[in-house]
């Protein structure tokens, strides 16, 4: 079965940190751009950040470069986000997904996202005093 699973959510303090995980299943993910999503209750879903096949090539949305992180390791067939300084914005449910396609600001707007061939279910974030 191919899947991604996300994990490494979870409930954190602002200021905190976490990395989360996006782990395939089922195939390698070693040629394909891995893309990160977030969605906050009641927004639409928005691109975080991708990362190429090889890792080469990174891009991150501007608002959050300052304090998210994107690597990947095709050893592990494991692709990574840390995020540090958190905020009560960051919540909501992260996204990663898999595809054949460029790591461009394209890939991360919605009609990039729908170039991508895997979904994971998605790990929560909820960032709160």
């Known amino acids: 079965q191919l899947q991604l699973v996300e994990s490494g959510g979870g409930l954190v303090q602002p200021g905190g940190s976490l990395r989360l995980s996006c782990a395939a299943s089922?195939?390698?993910?070693?040629?394909?751009?891995v893309g990160w999503f977030r969605q906050a209750p009641g927004r639409e879903r928005e691109g975080v950040s991708c990362?190429?096949?090889?890792?080469?090539?990174?891009r991150l949305t501007d608002s959050l470069k300052d304090r998210f992180t994107i690597s990947r390791d095709n050893a592990d067939n494991t692709v990574y986000l840390q995020i540090d300084s958190l905020k009560p914005e960051d919540t909501g449910i992260y996204y990663c997904?898999?595809?054949?396609?460029?790591?461009?600001?394209?890939?991360?707007?919605?009609?990039?996202?729908?170039?991508?061939?895997?979904w994971g279910q998605g790990t929560q974030v909820t960032v709160s005093s």
């Open positions: 997904a898999a595809g054949r396609l460029l790591c461009t600001f394209g890939s991360l707007r919605p009609t990039g996202a729908s170039e991508y061939d895997y």
């Open positions: 089922g195939f390698t993910l070693d040629s394909y751009t």
């Open positions: 990362i190429s096949s090889s890792g080469g090539r990174i």
